[in-house]
């Protein structure tokens, strides 16, 4: 086995504006970076398997994340590493304010079962958690982004030229 780290260092991440649109700018920017650097790995590895960890300390209101991602953008995510059609391994990981890591939770598991939840949180006894909005969705956070499109890019360009100069084993098949 050789094992590598694959690091993309970002800064705080996510637009400081009330504008949903410029905040939908920045996740997309967020996910596109991610889809190119996984398509990347998997393409040099070859995986036989992936194990995808979902941490949650990565969306908007965390208490300790410097993020700011709304849960369909996470889920995006996964959707697109379902996409590869290997065998995967899911878990949670990280996440500091509970009620959104259980909403991340329920819609990536929705993702993964390739089926659509409502919006709304239905009637149960935790309910009172969940409100005023009793809603899937977060509100989107106000982490200013520190990263600029040129940054995104050296590091993009970065961690692709690593993943060129590394070294893999073959990947065999029975």
């Known amino acids: 086995m050789w094992p590598h780290a694959i690091n993309v260092p970002l ?60 849960i369909d953008g996470h889920a995006e995510c996964v959707r697109f590493v379902k996409r590869f059609n290997l065998p995967l391994l899911v878990s ?3 996440g500091y304010t509970k009620e959104n890591v259980a909403r991340c939770w329920t819609v990536e ?6 089926t659509e939840l409502p919006e ?19 509100p989107n956070g106000h982490i200013e982004n520190l990263n600029s499109k040129s940054y995104l890019s050296s ?12 070294q893999h084993a073959p990947r065999t098949r029975n």
């Not at 598991?109 to 390739?114: A, I, K, N, Q, R």
């Not at 709304?120 to 977060?138: D, T």
Request: glycine share 8%.
């Open 11 to 70: 800064k705080a991440f996510i637009i400081f504006c009330k504008f949903s649109s410029y905040i939908l700018l920045a996740e997309l920017s967020f996910t596109r970076l991610f889809k190119t650097i996984i398509s990347k790995v998997v393409e040099t590895y070859q995986p036989g398997a992936i194990v995808l960890q979902c941490g949650a300390d990565s969306l908007a209101g965390d208490r300790l994340g410097c993020f700011n991602l709304s």
């Open 92 to 94: 949670g990981g990280g």
């Open 109 to 114: 598991t929705g993702v993964l079962l390739d």
């Open 120 to 138: 709304e949180i239905p009637e149960n006894v935790y309910i009172k958690y969940f409100g005023p909005e009793f809603s899937l969705k977060i």
């Open 155 to 166: 590091i993009k360009m970065q961690v692709l030229e690593n993943l060129r100069c590394i």
